[in-house]
């Protein structure tokens, strides 16, 4: 949002999914996923945790044409999010660009790879491979991992598009 939206009180577009993402984000940092199932308690482990989720929203959405708007302005506020957490921890100016960037690209993937692995039955897979970097967590934490991300899924097919923009998550 710029000075002068701000000074002149224009509210800013994507603020209609700011409920949502928060909710994801929320969700993203709930305890469990690090303690039962063993994603690092790292600032990687935490973005990836969040992408998943936000990954699976934005798969859910997309099924609806009349939803990629509220898609791009979901998008909007997370590469503003990541933004504003690499300036928080030090990344300078000249690379942050950089960063979100590889963060949008990583984002990409894991929609794709977690939207093709929960097709072919190769969800556990996509997991060991993105989420968990490629190291093979014990089975209990993979299975819950995958257990509870799988629910989110299927409940957000279940789910009507309007509750879930307005950050109702089963």
Do not use: C
């Amino acid at each position: 949002m710029s000075f002068i939206d701000r000074l002149f009180g224009r509210p800013n577009a994507n603020e209609a999914v700011r409920p949502l993402y928060n909710e994801v984000v929320a969700q993203g940092r709930a305890p469990h996923w690090y303690r039962e199932g063993g994603v690092p308690d790292t600032i990687d482990g935490r973005f990836e945790m969040i992408a998943a989720i936000l990954a699976l929203v934005i798969a859910r959405l997309e099924l609806e044409a009349e939803q990629r708007q509220n898609v791009a302005w979901l998008v909007e506020l997370f590469v503003h999010d990541m933004d504003s957490q690499l300036r928080e921890i030090g990344v300078g100016d000249m690379v942050v660009g950089k960063h979100v960037g590889k963060m949008m690209g990583a984002l990409g993937g894991r929609i794709g790879a977690y939207r093709e692995g929960l097709r072919a039955g190769e969800f556990e897979a996509a997991l060991v491979r993105n989420l968990y970097r490629g190291v093979e967590p014990p089975a209990a934490a993979l299975e819950h991992t995958a257990e509870r991300l799988r629910a989110l899924y299927l409940g957000l097919h279940a789910a009507p598009a309007e509750s879930i923009v307005a950050g109702m998550l089963p």
